[in-house]
């Protein structure tokens, strides 16, 4: 299923990402489902590419009652509502430069569906590019999803290991803007600035924000570009044992894409807790 316009920039896992035209190119592919994703879930409603169906990030993904994901029978329900089936490639699209297309991307990995990629430029790039949109909804029929337990330690990082990986000095790096990571802001900027009760960031990351990544129109940037950036500027080696976080855990899951699969680091977790978490744990450390 390699893209050909993906495959000529280089990257580690070409597979993991297509471009708009491949997108284009496949609308009736029967083993195809495109996924929508976005922080604004009426975005959907207003216009989607033919075909696209939405998963909410809140309302799909995550515990009705735990700050928590889905479990493996609700996972498995999931899909086989919206006809995924087992060997059905997912392609994930969305709002800001596919931050919550990265995220939905890497819930999906936790239960290992690989056959999953990313669309190169979401949502932006496909309305740039004057490409079509619908309003319509379609019926789909449901299929038998089977999934193994969640894997989180895979590509997930809790807390304490958060805390014991900074002690030992190993790579953390935070993806918010550089006032979230001085502690002068607690969100980005035109958002509430609510969420933790202190400001700051955990000892010893570093700061590479997200958007670092992006081309402007959505794109990831070139894999000579994104080398520079964290293994040249930032000293990042593949054999690290790399923690990504940010507030949530959305922005982080773009980072921890560019990093995993385009830039090729096996051991890269993204510290979903993030900062809504540290910057709320009583005597947990925090530099500024």
């Known amino acids: 299923m390699t893209d050909p316009i993906i495959a000529s920039k280089g990257f580690a896992n070409p597979d993991v990402l297509v471009s708009t035209q491949w997108v284009a190119d496949h609308l009736n592919d029967p083993g195809v489902?495109?996924?929508?994703?976005?922080?604004?879930?009426?975005?959907?409603?207003?216009?989607?590419?033919?075909?696209a169906i939405q998963i909410d990030w809140v309302g799909d993904l995550n515990d009705k009652i735990r700050r928590d994901y889905l479990d493996r029978k609700s996972f498995e329900a999931l899909l086989?509502?919206?006809?995924?089936?087992?060997?059905?490639?997912?392609?994930?699209?969305?709002?800001?430069?596919?931050?919550?297309?990265?995220?939905a991307f890497w819930v999906f990995q936790l239960f290992g569906h690989t056959r999953a990629a990313v669309m190169d430029g979401g949502r932006k790039k496909w309305i740039e590019e004057g490409r079509t949109l619908t309003k319509e909804k379609f019926q789909i029929a449901p299929v038998q999803y089977?999934?193994?337990?969640?894997?989180?330690?895979?590509?997930?990082?809790?807390?304490?290991?958060?805390?014991?990986?900074?002690?030992?000095?190993?790579?953390?790096?935070?993806?918010?803007?550089?006032?979230?990571?001085s502690g002068e802001m607690l969100h980005m900027e035109a958002y509430p600035q609510e969420g933790a009760l202190r400001g700051g960031h955990i000892p010893g990351a570093k700061n590479v924000p997200w958007a670092t990544a992006a081309n402007d129109d959505g794109t990831f940037k070139s894999v000579e570009q994104l080398?520079?950036?964290?293994?040249?500027?930032?000293?990042?080696?593949?054999?690290?044992?790399?923690?990504?976080?940010?507030?949530?855990?959305?922005?982080?899951?773009?980072?921890?894409?560019?990093?995993?699969?385009?830039?090729?680091?096996?051991?890269?977790?993204n510290y979903d807790g993030s900062w809504t978490e540290w910057g709320n744990l009583v005597g947990a450390p925090i530099e500024r």
């Not at 190993?170 to 803007?177: C, E, F, Q, T």
């Open 33 to 51: 489902r495109l996924v929508e994703s976005n922080e604004d879930i009426l975005l959907y409603d207003q216009g989607h590419i033919p075909g």
């Open 80 to 103: 086989s509502r919206y006809g995924i089936s087992n060997d059905t490639l997912v392609v994930f699209y969305g709002d800001k430069n596919n931050w919550w297309a990265c995220y």
């Open 146 to 181: 089977r999934a193994p337990e969640r894997a989180d330690w895979r590509i997930r990082a809790f807390r304490d290991q958060v805390l014991l990986h900074t002690q030992s000095g190993r790579p953390l790096i935070d993806v918010r803007s550089p006032k979230e990571y």
């Open 227 to 269: 080398r520079a950036i964290y293994q040249e500027q930032q000293g990042l080696s593949k054999d690290d044992d790399v923690v990504v976080y940010c507030r949530i855990g959305e922005r982080s899951s773009h980072t921890w894409f560019v990093l995993h699969y385009l830039l090729g680091f096996p051991n890269v977790r």
